[in-house]
């Protein structure tokens, strides 16, 4: 079976919802699970450099004074903590994610998942420039990516065309905020859902395409007995 899941490395939520994911797949014995990371920019115009501070943008956009934006932030950061992340959320440097996730989509291509891991953490925890090429460049090195194939993605367009066609699909699904998941292509979830909840539509799907015996999957199906 697939999960989709519907993401954008600026967004507290998807890296929270991230790791919920993750304590409900690890509580679940199946492991023909496959997942895929879909790109959604939460704002396509943000700029490449910095131009603001979180709290300030944060108190701007929803209408709060900045204590109370502060206080906003603070929640959030600690119900990423409270999902073992080290959730620096108020020092957050706010730019354009849409090279992230270019990235993302040829580090996919090469096998290299955790590199959604590692841009999450680059953001929220060490606050690092998500639009530097520099920045990008040595995650990328991390993960062991070949670092001239890396430069020269980077200085094109290469992988524009994929990230633009994840965010089509989600306009026809009627995606407005993410994280949105997808479970086997049945089940939809919108938001930070619990890792119970998430681990429940997992079983769900895993036990109504289980029959007598046989167990499917993504790459077919097999007898467990």
């Not at 959030?76 to 440097?93: D, H, K, P, Q």
Request: hydrophobic fraction near 40%; proline fraction near 3%.
């Amino acid at each position: 079976m697939k999960i989709e899941i519907w993401s954008d490395y600026a967004c507290p939520f998807c890296y929270i919802g991230e790791k919920r994911l993750e304590k409900a797949l690890a509580a679940i014995p199946e492991k023909n699970i496959e997942v895929i990371f879909k790109s959604f920019e939460l704002d396509p115009t943000a700029p490449k450099n910095v131009t603001s501070n979180t709290v300030d943008r944060f108190a701007e956009k929803y209408g709060l004074t900045k204590t109370e934006a502060a206080e906003h932030i603070e929640q959030i950061s600690e119900m990423g903590r409270a999902e073992g992340i080290e959730f620096n959320y108020a020092s957050t440097l706010y730019t354009n994610t849409f090279d992230a996730l270019r990235l993302t989509k040829f580090a996919q291509e090469k096998g290299h998942n955790e590199i959604i891991a590692k841009l999450f953490d680059a953001y929220f925890t060490k606050n690092l420039e998500l639009s530097n090429f520099d920045v990008l460049k040595k995650i990328a090195a991390e993960c062991g990516l070949d670092s001239a194939e890396v430069e020269k993605i980077l200085n094109s367009d290469k992988y524009a065309a994929e990230v633009r066609a994840d965010e089509m699909q989600a306009a026809r699904y009627g995606i407005h905020g993410v994280p949105f998941f997808i479970v086997g292509e049945k089940y939809t979830l919108s938001g930070a859902q619990p890792a119970k909840i998430l681990q429940q539509a997992i079983e769900d799907y895993l036990a109504e395409n289980s029959l007598d015996g046989m167990t499917c999957g993504a790459d077919g199906c097999k007898f467990d007995g």
